[in-house]
């Protein structure tokens, strides 16, 4: 199964290196959100740094539904995702080789849009290794849901409306608690993140051993 999930992160990826979409399209499309709602609130310092956890994480989630749409749609050009059922990988490699790939684009956007809101919002640099964290398990949490309704709306009509309609509602206590931790890191008290950061864990793992079990079954009625 890892060696699959291997196979199929570096496929997804090379693919990414070399159309350059997230490049060219996500990561402006992220930095653009992330200015607007900062023009949006004015210039009031203050203002702007308490909004700042908050609206960084409404910029990723809405990057990360843009990746894992374009996820699956590499797999429905030229009946590719035929090809994947026909692989002979394991289900559940597939599952983790696709959400470790769409973390990995994420994780790098999230370096982008930190230093964004570190020059919009004014925040300061405190915190970074509650940050990591942070960043590491909510991305987890959003890659492995999106990769999990992905599947499940690629093969239906309307499927760029109904995977915001699946993907939103769930990822919810990831941006609650993703944003809380956020705040935390950024006002220096690291203790008061540790339940949020279990509830991003445990969500993460769930939603993982999920994927895992269910993808393949999915895969095949997509």
């Known amino acids: 199964m890892w060696r699959d999930a291997a196979l199929v992160a570096g496929k997804d990826l090379r693919i990414e290196l070399r159309s350059k979409v997230s490049l060219n399209q996500v990561v402006p499309f992220a930095v653009v959100v992330l200015v607007i709602f900062g023009l949006a609130l004015g210039p009031d310092p203050s203002r702007l740094s308490a909004a700042a956890a908050g609206l960084f994480w409404v910029a990723v989630v809405l990057s990360s539904l843009l990746a894992v749409q374009r996820s699956f749609a590499i797999e429905s ?33 999230e370096v982008v849009l930190g230093i964004v809101t570190f020059l919009v919002f004014g925040v300061a640099l405190v915190g970074v290794g509650l940050l990591a964290c942070t960043c590491l398990l909510a991305t987890l949490g959003l890659a492995s ?43 220096h008290a690291p203790g008061a993140a540790d339940g949020w950061l279990i509830l991003l864990a445990v969500f993460a793992l769930c939603y993982l051993a999920i994927g895992s079990v269910a993808f393949g079954p999915l895969l095949e009625d997509a």
Not at 150 to 179: C, D
């Open 77 to 109: 050009a030229n009946d590719a995702r035929d090809g994947l059922r026909l692989s002979g990988l394991d289900a559940g490699g597939v599952f983790l080789g696709k959400a470790a790939a769409i973390s990995l684009e994420l994780l790098a956007l």
């Open 145 to 187: 849901v999106g990769t999990l309704y992905g599947v499940i709306s690629s093969g239906l009509k309307g499927r760029e409306t109904l995977l915001p309609l699946l993907f939103f509602p769930v990822v919810a206590p990831v941006v609650l608690a993703a944003a809380k931790s956020y705040e935390d890191a950024l006002a």
